[in-house]
């Protein structure tokens, strides 16, 4: 297969949604390989692009300097034919909704690690910082980034300069991405240790301080009931002020931390009132049962981290929870635009072991 042919990509396979746009656009900009997805987002309630992922379509392209075709809103196909990535830079994206600021950043973010220069890029991503459907800002912050800096030497950093809220979004974060020039060493992640800490933000913006403070109750009472040392257990809650925040939202991310440096998170966010009084138990339930399942990494973090693990070079192996639909459509969207090579082992105590042959990218 020549160097520019162009891949066509079925966006209606496995999970079907945006995780398959992200992946493959993130592939294409740094191996330099055009593609031609078809069938976006297929099996969503609304198919096609949303404003979120024509801003991520539209960054990247700005990105690698390509040629982008039907990017626009409702478009079920596009053709991203790439150039050179030009870094380092100062990057924006604005869907001007309240699309996810994480979701941004993950279609982003992997195409401004490596640089010829010592210079950092940046990134101002706007939009929702709490949305549904997409990891919240302070998970990405409190989990996904720490895997960054721990496992990967990557040294990214972030700043929350308002916080957006559905319907209006508003939000904006910074980040500064500092480059590295070979590629990513290899990642093993397969023994856990013991929950030393839970840590979270219970949060209100825009609704009385109280029920930022009953939404961290009941997680706490939730955590405790599941046999969690209240002695460990270290929740704060927040009313967003005004100035820092557009819209009304509330919600919570939890994060426990391991003997061996293993994040796992457990988040949720409510749209009404009436939301925020399961909202404490739902995440603080969502993280024990990320903590019962006995892996190194939460549902969540799962699929976020095989693009680097394709990237690095040599075997990296992690040890996860059962695998999840996104997750196996991001091995899927590896091993099609990439040589990286995967083996999943289901293990006897119900953990698995993703294992990857990474290709050792480098500029």
């Known amino acids: 297969m020549s160097e520019m042919e162009r891949l066509v990509i079925d966006g209606s396979v496995l999970e079907g949604g945006g995780q398959i746009l992200r992946n493959a656009v993130a592939y294409s900009a740094l191996l330099q390989r055009p593609i031609t997805i078809q069938n976006i987002r297929h099996n969503r309630k609304q198919p096609g692009l949303r404003p979120q992922h024509a801003a991520g379509l539209g960054l990247v392209a700005d990105i690698c300097s390509a040629k982008l075709i039907g990017c626009n809103t409702k478009s079920t196909a596009v053709e991203f034919t790439p150039s050179s990535i030009v ?31 010592s210079e950092p ?38 700043t929350v300069r308002k916080r ?17 020039r070979g590629p990513l ?22 609704y ?15 955590l405790v009931d599941a046999g969690i040392d209240p002695g460990i257990i270290n929740l704060t809650a927040v009313r967003e002020k005004d100035t820092d925040a557009v819209g009304r939202g509330s919600g919570i991310v939890l994060w426990a931390e391991t003997e061996n440096g293993c994040r796992l998170g457990g988040s949720s966010t409510g749209l009404r009132e009436e939301d925020l009084s399961s909202l404490g138990r ?17 549902e969540y973090l799962q699929d976020q ?24 459509t991001a091995i899927h969207i590896a091993e099609l635009l990439t040589d990286a090579k995967f083996t999943v082992e289901d293990c006897d105590d119900g953990t698995s072991l993703i294992s990857c042959e990474g290709i050792g990218y480098s500029i």
């Open 185 to 206: 060493h290899a990642v093993t992640l397969t023994e856990r240790g013991a929950v030393k800490t839970i840590s979270g933000r219970a949060y209100v913006a825009g």
């Open 87 to 117: 870094t380092p830079g100062a990057y924006t994206a604005d869907p001007g909704t309240a699309g996810s600021t994480t979701l941004l950043l993950q279609v982003s973010y992997p195409t401004l690690v490596f640089s010829s220069s």
């Open 305 to 328: 981290v095989i693009i680097f693990l394709v990237l690095a070079k040599g075997r990296s192996s992690i040890r996860t929870g059962p695998l999840t639909l996104h997750t196996k």
């Open 121 to 158: 890029s940046s990134l101002t991503l706007r939009g929702g910082t709490n949305a549904s459907l997409a990891p919240q800002i302070d998970y990405t912050e409190q989990i996904f980034l720490p895997f960054l800096r721990a496992r990967l030497g990557l040294c990214p950093s972030l």
């Open 282 to 298: 739902t995440a603080a339930e969502e993280l024990v049962r990320n903590i019962a399942h006995g892996g190194c990494v939460d």
């Open 164 to 180: 957006g809220y559905y319907p209006k979004g508003g939000g904006e974060v910074q980040l500064s991405i500092p480059p590295v």
């Open 208 to 222: 009385p301080a109280r029920l930022a403070h009953e939404i961290r109750a009941a997680a706490v009472s939730t």
